[in-house]
């Protein structure tokens, strides 16, 4: 089939029926949002048909993450596959696959060096042959290629879909890295940025000690002693959190080397002191990034890091000691937003809309994110 007619017949569409597709760098697997959307920009309508989670076996998570620790050639072209079956499994075990009209994926980061390279795996040319459907993915590299971060990505859709609001308000996702958006009138106004780790310096505390994938609950985090003098010491060293945005970051830098600056031994401890420096980083974001160009009262969290009751605890007391409300999004929402809003960037893709933001990423210009790969 012509790609100009594929195009066209999609164009003229009203609404597009969108599975957007999500894995982030927890690893545990894919987030899928099969929704139908109508519209671009802040005209975007939205209604979800369905949500579904696909885990990733063991034996693959335990791949990506050997992967992070020692790089092969030969095994990113081996997960390059794998991962990109596992997002043709996910897909094809959703009620609603057949009437999927556009795959709008992520893919699994596994490489983020801002302005340079973002490295996402999982072959969107196999999801396309694999499931028959037209796919978009690739979102990041454009946004670099104009001079950009890549990242972060979602502040585009937080906009669109939350404009409208009058009272300024930030929107935080704690997944992997916990980032912000922060809503004003005027897109080339927003303020957004990865404030710094979320959930990944815990996560690798509770797998080398616990042979956990995550802390549930903040469990183990509980049974510890926060190490209040500690924490802070390692903020003032911590070159990110000190960084002025437009900034991006991810496990290149926060990683297990990073966990080492703490230097406690008792395990529980080391859980217990990370879970506060998740909040310490956001508390301090807010302190020297945030308050001098907004009068954000209110912060609406999503993703993983809600479900750890420990440190949204401590999140929480840290941002209400300086005027910051803290409420959270209803559990399937902020399980699946950002595979919500990926749908929503798929759409931008096909109906050729700008949708990285300049002001945010610190790119040139504004540009069509995404890569086209089709069935046939």
Not at 31 to 57: M, Q, R, S, W
Not at 250 to 257: A, C, D
Not at 306 to 327: H, S
Request: positive net charge.
């Amino acid at each position: 089939m012509h790609l100009k007619k594929i195009l066209d017949e999609l164009y003229r569409k009203k609404y597009l029926r969108i599975a957007g597709m999500m894995s982030g760098t927890s690893f545990d697997g894919i987030d899928i949002a099969i929704v139908d959307v109508k519209g671009t920009y802040t005209n975007i309508t939205y209604c979800v048909v369905e949500l579904c989670f696909h885990a990733y076996p063991d034996s693959l998570k335990e791949k990506i993450r050997s992967f992070i620790e020692r790089p092969s050639m030969e095994i990113m072209a081996e997960l390059d596959v794998e991962i990109a079956k596992e997002y043709v499994k996910a897909l094809k075990n959703c009620k609603s696959f057949d009437s999927v009209e556009v795959v709008s994926m992520h893919g699994q980061t596994i490489w983020h060096i801002p302005r340079k390279m973002s490295l996402q795996i999982g072959s969107a040319d196999i999801v396309a042959v694999e499931t028959g459907k037209v796919v978009v993915s690739d979102f990041r590299r454009k946004d670099i290629a104009a001079g950009g971060e890549g990242a972060p990505l979602v502040p585009y859709v937080d906009f669109c879909v939350f404009s409208k609001k009058k009272e300024p308000i930030a929107l935080i996702n704690i997944g992997g890295i916990s980032n912000v958006t922060v809503l004003s009138q005027n897109i080339n106004d927003l303020l957004a940025f990865d404030m710094g780790p979320g959930n990944t310096l815990l996560d690798f505390a509770v797998k080398k000690y616990f042979g956990l994938d995550f802390d549930e609950n903040g469990k183990i985090a509980k049974k510890g002693k926060i190490h209040y003098d500690i924490a802070k010491e390692v903020l003032n060293s911590d070159e990110y959190i000190m960084k002025s945005p437009p900034k991006s970051t991810g496990k290149e830098y926060y990683n297990e080397s990073f966990m080492r600056r703490f230097g406690i031994d008792d395990p529980y401890d080391l859980v217990a002191t990370l879970s506060y420096y998740t909040a310490l980083s956001i508390k301090t974001s807010f302190e020297r990034f945030i308050l001098s160009k907004s009068d954000v009262k209110k912060a609406y969290f999503s993703g993983g890091g809600t479900k750890n009751d420990f440190m949204m605890a401590m999140i929480k007391k840290e941002l209400e000691e300086i005027g910051v409300r803290v409420f959270t999004f209803n559990e399937r929402f902020s399980d699946f937003k950002e595979a919500i809003w990926f749908s929503l960037l798929g759409n931008e893709f096909f109906r050729g809309k700008f949708s990285n933001v300049p002001a945010v990423t610190g790119a040139k210009n504004k540009v069509i994110l995404g890569r086209l790969s089709l069935p046939y």
